[in-house]
């Protein structure tokens, strides 16, 4: 759990402050306006920052009327947010880059889990050690379409090893199970899939993080780019209360866990909440926010992995992602997250 002093937290509310003189009272008075994000999931336990709306008000202080727009997949989230169905998409970097690569004009705004969440997990009598040594066996992803297989691939391609070097097999999204039963030699996996798989009697295992690797985001904010030019007012308001729903997580899980129970789909189990929500929290904070501020976009990791994409033939140009990212809009320090 992330632990601040009274000192450090009057500090942080006194610089907030100073930063909008009034806002919050401007907004509080002014009529909510209609803001959509575009998600990758449905209404699950890791996103219960903004689920906890109703409960909260996160946005509505800033007068923002928030709605979710539930989606399958990264991908799903920037097809609504381009089709004019959401102001903002919750993506990740492999969709993002996808869609700079095919032409659209995209900004990431605000980087949600700036940590790498991704794995691959192999069992102790497997007697695989190391990445390297997973030449030649086969690998379970949720699909072909994933960001298990794009950071698979990331991993695969640290170590020497191409795609080609492993048999892919698909397992869906219980993938674990085949690896329990020897249908595949490792899987590729996130922190909170493998956080249930042990709860399910996954047993020893060796876990390789793709972070140990080449660590850069999981999810991002991403907005059009006519969207960032024209409303960016607005824009600063939605990250506003944005990064106050994560700052709330971050020193409420408990409460957070226990919100879930009545917010999310998959929310019945306090304890198994909690554990999730403390891995998301522990994925929202790094050494770059902590100089920068809860969901700054560390331009620099991001466009390591364009490259490395790139490599990978996942897309077909290079990207400059200083092009593509904006750094202006979180105006204030806010919340740093150490």
Known sequence: MIMHTRRRLLGLAAGA???????????RSAAPEPFTLAGWSKP??????LLAEPDKAFFKEEAIEFRYLPGAGGGDALRNLLSGQADIAFTDPGSFFAALDKGAALRAVYDIYPQNVFNVVTLKNSGITRPSE?????????????GTLQNLQILLQQVGLTRDDVKIIVTGLLNFAPLMQGQVDATAATDTGLALARRRGLGDATVFQVADYLNYSSDLLVVREDFYLEHTARLRRFLRAFRHSVEWMLDEPEEAASLAVRRAIDGQNPELNLE???????????????????GAVDVRSLQAAADAYLKLGLISRALD?????????????????D
Do not use: C, M
């Not at 699950?44 to 920052?49: A, G, L």
């Not at 522990?282 to 926010?289: D, G, H, K």
């Open 17 to 27: 402050s100073l930063a909008w003189p009034g806002v919050t009272a401007w907004a």
């Open 44 to 49: 699950i336990t890791e996103i219960v920052n």
């Open 134 to 146: 997973l030449k030649g066996k086969r690998i379970g992803v949720y699909s072909l379409s994933s």
């Open 276 to 294: 999730i929500i403390r891995l998301r929290n522990r994925a929202s904070v790094s050494a770059f926010t902590k100089e920068h501020g809860l």
């Open 321 to 337: 992602l200083q092009k593509h990212v904006a750094t202006d809009l979180l105006t204030a320090p806010g919340r740093t997250g």
